[in-house]
């Protein structure tokens, strides 16, 4: 074997194909009186798309100095500097998820489950994955009271400090499996909605009752959910655990063909296994 030194080009940044947070961030500005500023991204696809979507700054090429460190690079010249600051510190914290085509963009606290690091086949909850377990499945009425409301302030918070989501006026439901309006993550749209100051629109299930997510990932045809009124603007689809987003990526479609513009998705969690 030969004695010189083998060199590696390890990728500025790896994502996981179900979802990802943004690695890092650096603005940076020149030094004129009318300077021009510059937002640089290392992170997933679906971070730099709610950039896009944002339109405060335009996406240029990464440069060859700054490719060794950041994925994408945007430009902007008008003192935006806090806004795009503060939203990519949000973006460090939640999961930025790949999607289908019917949204545009999704975003969920956190993962549901830790994986251990042996071969334990009882995976502990994260914090968030937790609250959704008290709040769905504990029969305690103050264990569970208490974890909808902490799941509710989350939401609310979210749609406070995302300038995307804060924009929308509208959050659309995600029926649950029996179609009978009172799914959880129905439930909790409809407290988020009025505590949010934002219109519930309750999807109507034409197709009836489905097999539940967690029995397989059921194929929902676009044309299983409609809305009940006509939709424009970007809106907001919520819904409490994102699987394969299947069922949320219809629902999104049928606000579309409503007539919404954008249609953003809100999870508490994101499931490892799907």
């Known amino acids: 074997m030969g004695g010189g030194l083998v060199h590696f080009s390890w990728p500025t940044f790896i994502p996981d194909s179900r979802a990802n947070r943004l690695k890092d961030y650096a603005l940076a500005e020149s030094s004129s009186t009318a300077p021009d500023r510059w937002l640089y991204l290392r992170g997933p696809e679906e971070v730099a798309e709610q950039f896009r979507m944002l339109g405060l700054c335009q996406e240029i090429e990464v440069s060859p100095e700054v490719r060794s460190k950041y994925t994408h690079a945007f430009h902007f010249t008008a003192p935006y500097q806090e806004e795009l600051r503060a939203m ?41 994955g937790e609250l959704i377990y008290r709040g769905k499945y504990y029969t305690s009425g103050a264990t569970r009271l208490a974890a909808r409301r ?39 749209a409809a407290t988020v909605s009025a505590k949010a100051g934002k219109e519930l629109i309750q999807t109507l299930s034409p197709g009836g009752p489905r097999p539940q997510a967690k029995q397989g990932t059921p194929q929902v045809a676009d044309a299983h959910f409609a809305m009940p009124i006509a939709l424009q603007g970007d809106v907001i689809v919520l819904d409490d655990v994102y699987r394969s987003g299947t069922t949320m990526n219809a629902v999104a479609m049928a606000a579309k063909r409503a007539g919404a513009r954008r249609v953003l998705g809100l999870a508490a969690v994101r499931t490892m296994r799907n």
Request: a negative charge; proline letters at 9%; hydrophobic letters at 35%.
């Open 88 to 128: 990519s510190e949000l973006l460090k914290g939640v999961l930025s998820l790949t999607t289908k085509s019917g949204l545009n963009c999704a975003i969920a606290f956190d993962w549901y489950k830790i994986p251990p690091e042996d071969e334990s086949p009882k995976w502990p909850n994260t914090p968030t």
């Open 150 to 188: 902490e799941l509710v302030d989350k939401f609310v918070k979210i749609l406070a400090d995302h300038p995307l989501y804060r924009e929308c006026k509208q959050i659309v439901t995600v029926p649950g499996h029996k179609a009978d309006s009172q799914s959880f993550g129905e439930q909790l």
